[in-house]
C-alpha cells in the first residue's frame, strides 16, 4: 500500500474532531503517544497510537462517533492489551488507530511495573490549529515521550526516527537513564550510540533463546519428567485477570509453600525473598498481635502507583478479609508462578501473583499449595 498519500483535508478534520471531543468528554483517560514532526499532516494507512485506561468506553466513543457519513470502524486486531481500530471510508480502509491499554509488553526486556498510569496523570494538553479550527487532546509530557521511544527503539532497533527524537530533545542522557530505569533496566546511552544493527542482532538472539524455552518448557514430555513428584496437570491454555492485566496459565503443580520465593522492592531494587521475610507476612503477623501496621502502609505506598494514602487503608481492608476467608477455606488459595530453569533445576518458583495469598497461608500453617504456570 502506497502510505505516502496524504488525507484529505475533511477526513483529518474529522479525525481531530474526535480526538478533541474524546478529549473534552473523558478528561484524562486516554492519551495519544508518539506523534509526528508533521503532525495533522496524517496519510492514508498511516496509525495513530494512543494509550487509554478504559478501553471499552474508547471502543464504544469510536464506534459512535464514526457511525455516519460514509465512515465505519472494523477491528483487525484484538489482544489483551492492544486493539486495532481500522477507520473505513466508503468500506475502504484509511487510518488506523492504534490503542494501548493494560500494560506495555516486550520480548526484549522486563518491565519492572506498569507506567501508563503515571503517564496518563502527567499528560500535557497538545492544541493546534487546522482548517481555522482549535482542536486539544492529551499528550505525554517529555519524559513520558522519550521513556516510550526509548522502549520503541528497544524493541525495534531499526526505526530510527526514534533515536532521532530522543537525540533532537536535547535531554540529558544520564538523567534519562535513570528515569527509563525506574520501568526498565536499560541504558539509554548504549542504546542510542550502539549501531541499529547490532542491537537488532542481540534482539534476534534474545527471541531465539526465548522460543528454544517455550519449546522445552512446553513439552509435556519435558515437564512429566521435570516435575515428577509434584502432580502436574495440564490445562488448557486460559488467560486469567491478576488484577493491572491478564496473563496465560498452562499448567498447575503442587508445590511446598516454603520453597516459592517473592519479589519485594526496597529503595528501588527488587529481591526474591522467603515469604515470611516480605512486609505481607509481617504485616499480617502484626496485626494478629495488635501491633502497628505502618510499615506495611509505607511499603505499599513505595512500592505500588495504584496505592496512596488516601486508599491504602481499604487495601488493607481487603487483605484482612482475604485471610478471613481463606482462613475458613484455604483450598481455593493458589498463586502465579514463573516457569524457568531456577523453578526446574531447583524447585523454587518466584511468585509472579499471589503474595498476600502466600503470606495467609504461611501464617495459618499450610504446608503446600497450588502454583499456576505462566505461559512464556
Given at each position: 500500500m502506497n502510505n505516502s498519500i496524504i488525507l484529505p483535508d475533511e477526513i483529518k478534520e474529522d479525525i481531530l474532531f474526535f480526538l478533541d471531543k474524546y478529549t473534552k468528554e473523558n478528561c484524562n483517560n486516554f492519551c495519544v503517544i508518539k506523534l509526528d514532526s508533521d503532525f495533522p499532516k496524517l496519510r492514508k494507512y498511516q496509525d495513530l497510537d494512543i494509550v487509554t485506561s478504559d478501553i471499552q468506553n474508547f471502543k464504544n466513543n469510536i464506534f459512535q462517533f464514526f457511525s455516519s457519513n460514509q465512515y465505519s470502524i472494523s477491528i483487525s486486531k484484538d489482544t489483551n492489551n492492544q486493539i486495532h481500530f481500522d477507520l473505513m471510508y466508503s468500506n475502504e480502509f484509511i487510518f488506523r488507530f492504534?490503542?494501548?491499554?493494560?500494560?506495555?509488553?516486550?520480548?526484549?526486556?522486563?518491565?519492572?511495573?506498569?507506567?501508563?498510569?503515571?503517564?496518563?496523570?502527567?499528560?500535557?494538553?497538545?492544541?493546534?490549529?487546522?482548517?481555522?479550527?482549535?482542536?486539544?487532546?492529551?499528550?505525554?509530557?517529555?519524559?513520558?515521550?522519550?521513556?516510550?521511544?526509548?522502549?520503541?527503539?528497544?524493541?525495534?532497533?531499526?526505526?530510527?526516527?526514534?533515536?532521532?527524537?530522543i537525540k533532537r530533545s536535547d535531554y540529558d542522557l544520564s538523567s534519562l537513564t535513570n528515569f527509563v530505569n525506574n520501568y526498565a533496566n536499560i541504558n539509554v546511552r548504549k542504546l542510542i550510540l550502539l549501531p541499529s544493527f547490532f542491537i537488532s542482532i542481540k534482539n534476534i538472539y534474545i527471541k531465539l533463546v526465548k522460543v528454544l524455552k517455550r519449546h522445552i518448557f512446553r513439552n509435556n514430555l519435558f515437564l512429566r519428567l521435570a516435575f515428577t513428584n509434584k502432580n502436574l496437570k495440564k490445562l488448557k491454555d486460559v488467560d486469567i485477570d491478576i488484577g493491572w492485566t491478564k496473563i496465560q496459565i498452562t499448567h498447575e503443580i503442587i508445590l511446598p509453600v516454603d520453597k516459592l520465593r517473592v519479589n519485594v522492592y526496597k529503595n528501588s531494587i527488587s529481591n526474591y525473598v522467603r515469604i515470611e521475610d516480605t512486609p505481607h507476612y509481617k504485616y499480617l503477623k502484626n496485626w494478629l498481635n495488635n501491633k502497628s501496621e505502618k510499615e506495611f502502609k509505607d511499603y505499599l505506598?513505595?512500592?505500588?502507583?495504584?496505592?496512596?494514602?488516601?486508599?491504602?487503608?481499604?487495601?488493607?481492608?481487603?487483605?484482612?478479609?482475604?485471610?478471613?476467608?481463606?482462613?475458613?477455606?484455604?483450598?481455593?488459595?493458589?498463586?502465579?508462578?514463573?516457569l524457568n530453569k531456577n523453578l526446574i533445576l531447583r524447585g523454587q518458583g518466584f511468585v509472579f501473583d499471589g503474595a498476600h495469598r502466600l503470606a495467609i497461608l504461611k501464617l495459618l500453617n499450610v504446608k503446600k499449595v497450588k502454583c499456576y504456570l505462566k505461559g512464556i
Open positions: 492504534d490503542v494501548y491499554f493494560n500494560k506495555y509488553e516486550s520480548k526484549y526486556f522486563i518491565l519492572k511495573k506498569n507506567f501508563y498510569k503515571d503517564l496518563l496523570d502527567s499528560s500535557e494538553i497538545f492544541k493546534l490549529e487546522f482548517n481555522k479550527k482549535d482542536f486539544e487532546f492529551h499528550v505525554p509530557n517529555l519524559e513520558y515521550e522519550l521513556l516510550i521511544r526509548v522502549l520503541e527503539l528497544k524493541k525495534f532497533p531499526k526505526k530510527i526516527h526514534h533515536k532521532k527524537f505506598i513505595d512500592s505500588y502507583d495504584e496505592v496512596t494514602e488516601f486508599n491504602v487503608k481499604e487495601k488493607l481492608e481487603n487483605f484482612i478479609k482475604l485471610y478471613k476467608e481463606l482462613e475458613d477455606d484455604f483450598s481455593k488459595a493458589y498463586v502465579v508462578i514463573v
